[in-house]
Structure formats: C-alpha cells, structure tokens
C-alpha cells in the first residue's frame, strides 16, 4: 500500500481564500483523522471519523474550517475563509478502528495564509 | 481529559551516547502509548506501541520504551545514538476505547554530535 496520501505538499493562498486539502487512507482502514501541527500548539486533533461518519469533532477550531468524508477512500478538510493563522502542517492519518492498531500518518500539507 | 508532558524540548547526544526521552501522561485508566518520530517536513513514524502486557516493549530502529504504571511515564530508550536518529520524538496517548484519537506531547528535538 502507498501508504496515506495528502495533497498537495504545499499551500500558499492569500487571506480570504477557499483551502481544500485532501487525503486518501489506506484501503480497509475504517477512522480516519485529520491534525494541526503548529509550533504554538503542537499537534491537535481535529476531527475524527468512523466509516465515514464524524465521531468528533470538537477540535474544529471554528466555523470557518468544515471536514467532508463522501466514501472510504477520500476526505477533505476546507477552510473557508482563510486567514494567516490558519498557517499550519496539517496531517491526515488512519487506521482500523478494531483491535489494537496505530493510526498511519501522511505526509501532510503545509499551508501558508498571506 | 488526559495530557502528555515531554518536559525536555531539546536534548543534544553525543553519537554513540545512550539516550532516554521522558514522557508521562494523565489519565485515569491506563491508555494506549506511543512514541513517533518526525523528520524535517516530513509525517509521523511510529516507532513503537503499548497495549498491555509486558511493559518494556520494543520498536524500529533499536529504540524501546517502559511503561511505569506507578509513575505514570512511558519513557523511551536507545542504547547508541546514530547521527540519522537525530528529529524530533513524540509521545501519544489515547484511551483504550476511543480508537486513535490520539493527544500528543509537545515533543522532544534530539540533535546528535559527531
């Protein structure tokens, strides 16, 4: 398996600017979870999904930011609109919700708000 | 809510040198741990796991951590440093029952001298 696939790598948009960062996890995991790394804040969680339902998302920082998971193998998280502290690494991860397993992380996406 | 403390930010190791990163958590039951890894732009690798049993347990890259109930910490170990070890390290917790939603350590810099 490629492993969890994020796009794109990098991300500069100026403030006010639609962001949609994607993500494909590897086949047959069921959770799927989105993070902020941030040198402020380290890393966070932001929203977690099971079978493509949002178990929870209280790490959404605000209204601005929504998380989409149509099918098994793709999510999005939007920013809409955008604005310089959104700057951050964001990392995808998954894995199987069953059993004791990791969760396998992406490379992430840097994104830049201007 | 539970929490990870990684009290050292950076710590510098000689090549060859013995190296120990600390981590303890809160939380009320006994969690799952790990420790990953993250290069320079690069995502998080694991490196090892704890579920339960035997608590020295072993991981990639001849690192290994101890699980110490009674002080809450699950610090990680290496015997030899190798110049390539150097990145940054990071603890993660999450509870038995709540998949992989993990909370993460603030992380630890290990920087290795030739």
């Given at each position: 398996?490629a492993?969890?696939?994020?796009?794109?790598?990098?991300?500069?948009?100026?403030?006010?600017?639609?962001?949609t960062?994607?993500?494909?996890?590897?086949?047959?995991?069921?959770?799927?979870?989105?993070?902020?790394?941030?040198?402020?804040?380290?890393?966070?969680?932001?929203?977690?999904?099971n079978?493509?339902?949002?178990?929870?998302?209280?790490?959404?920082?605000?209204?601005?930011?929504?998380?989409?998971?149509?099918?098994?193998?793709?999510?999005?998280?939007k920013?809409?609109?955008?604005?310089?502290?959104?700057?951050?690494?964001?990392?995808?991860?998954?894995?199987?919700?069953?059993?004791?397993?990791?969760?396998?992380?992406?490379?992430?996406?840097?994104?830049?708000?201007? | 809510?539970?929490?990870v403390?990684?009290?050292?930010?950076?710590?510098?190791?000689s090549?060859?040198?013995?190296?120990?990163?600390?981590?303890?958590?809160?939380?009320?039951?006994?969690?799952?741990?790990?420790?990953?890894?993250?290069?320079?732009?690069?995502?998080?690798?694991?490196?090892?796991?704890?579920?339960s049993?035997?608590?020295?347990?072993?991981?990639?890259?001849?690192?290994?951590?101890?699980?110490?109930r009674?002080?809450?910490?699950?610090?990680?170990?290496?015997?030899?440093?190798?110049?390539?070890?150097?990145?940054?390290?990071?603890?993660?917790?999450?509870?038995?029952?709540?998949?992989?939603?993990?909370?993460?350590?603030?992380?630890?810099?290990?920087?290795?001298?030739?």
């Amino acid at each position: 398996d490629a492993g969890v696939i994020q796009s794109p790598r990098h991300e500069v948009t100026e403030m006010g600017q639609e962001v949609t960062l994607r993500c494909k996890p590897i086949s047959g995991h069921n959770s799927l979870f989105w993070y902020r790394q941030t040198m402020m804040r380290g890393l966070e969680l932001l929203i977690y999904f099971n079978n493509n339902v949002p178990i929870d998302d209280s790490g959404m920082p605000e209204d601005r930011f929504s998380a989409k998971m149509p099918n098994a193998s793709f999510s999005t998280l939007k920013i809409q609109p955008s604005e310089p502290r959104d700057s951050a690494v964001y990392f995808c991860a998954s894995s199987l919700r069953t059993g004791n397993t990791e969760a396998f992380f992406g490379q992430g996406t840097r994104l830049t708000v201007v | 809510a539970q929490s990870v403390t990684q009290p050292d930010i950076h710590i510098t190791v000689s090549e060859g040198a013995s190296l120990e990163l600390r981590c303890n958590y809160s939380y009320g039951a006994t969690p799952y741990l790990f420790w990953y890894v993250q290069s320079p732009g690069q995502g998080l690798q694991l490196l090892l796991k704890y579920f339960s049993g035997d608590t020295l347990v072993q991981g990639i890259k001849g690192f290994e951590a101890e699980f110490k109930r009674s002080q809450s910490s699950f610090n990680l170990r290496k015997p030899s440093v190798h110049w390539s070890d150097a990145a940054e390290y990071f603890c993660a917790v999450t509870p038995y029952n709540a998949g992989n939603m993990l909370t993460f350590g603030g992380g630890t810099r290990l920087m290795v001298k030739p």
